[in-house]
């Protein structure tokens, strides 16, 4: 597959969403907002730049044709402090396999934990009755192929959301491309310097809410008895999302024949169906593939101003990454990263990620 024929399957993707596309005066309607949230100690770091970079498990949720780039086995973990000082926090798991020389699938799990909140009424607004907690999850399975210099991947998730006696279920898809290749192809020490990536998320049908919380007892009208009535709730959208982005690898090495410090400067865009599109800029350094710093900032119109900025999110993303390698080889190594990541916020004590990855028989590239 050549680039032609990439950028003709990402058009064909984007002219696929058009009819979920929307626009600005649904800001704020769509539901499932945990899909939009990236709980990944890696490439939350530096936001939608990443969505040309990400590779392995963790592009089960930035792009998941990345995943096509993991190799043999890799499973993360990683712990998210969402808005500190909310009691919410998120476990992500994922799992990649390579199944086929040139195909890799992969699994995510996402779980959020909300701190219990007080149960009231009408007649004990403070409480006394106990508590109750917010539940959400969302379970991928996803599959990435390469095709030489491109990638492709494909995820289906399960989405559940809501509380102990209203819950809400649905079905979402991600589909994704990476163009990944070399600038100068006669340079054996410096290769796969240019990337570009293209995803689009969250695509399926809408979800509504369900169950005994959304019943109530009334008396019927000229009536002496009581009857259970149903409340109509309206279905609700998903946050489907375009993104995009461009990068490229540069070698900072004053010795031609060594690559031991790489500069990695991104770009990303992502237009959001029900909130204001974000454009991201990131940058990476990494010395001898053992650590690597990122720095991003993502911005979305009125973020400045605490007037008319939507987000708690100020824009500003920081990270970095160990790769420990504990088993080496002529062509290959096992790996064992720690990852952190931190996003800041206004209110709140920003959001920080913890991760920990285990890359068995990773082949450098």
Known sequence: MNLNKAWSLAAAICSGIALWAGNPDRQGQAGAQQLVVNGWGRNSAWGWSGVST?????????????LA??????????????????GININSFGLAQKVSEDGVLGVSVMQ???????????????????TYRVSMTNFGVGYGKTFNT???????????????????????????????NSANPANTIKKNDIHFGLVVKNIGPDMRHSGDGLSTKAVVQNGDFTKTLQHRVDRFQLPTVLA???????RLDSDPGLYMHRLTLALGFANHAFQNNETSLGMEY?????????????YQEGIFNYDTRITAYTGLNAGLSLDVPFKTGPDSKSNLGIDYSYRATNPFGGTHTFGVRIDLNYENE
């Not at 491109?150 to 998730?157: D, E, K, L, P």
């Open 69 to 86: 780039r993991a190799n043999m086995t890799e499973a993360a973990f990683s712990r998210t402090s969402w808005l500190g000082g909310s």
């Open 112 to 130: 959020w934990q909300v701190a219990p909140i007080v149960i009231t009424t009408e007649d004990q607004p403070y409480g006394g009755l106990g």
């Open 150 to 180: 491109i990638t492709a991947g494909v995820m289906f998730r399960a989405v559940s959301e809501g509380i102990p006696d209203a819950r809400a279920l649905g079905m979402s898809m991600d589909a994704g491309v990476q163009y990944v």
């Open 244 to 250: 995009m982005s461009a990068a490229y690898d540069f």
């Open 54 to 66: 990400a590779k392995g498990v963790e592009a089960t949720y930035l792009n998941i044709a990345g």
């Open 286 to 298: 990494a010395y001898n593939n053992f650590i690597s710093g990122r720095l991003g900032f993502t």
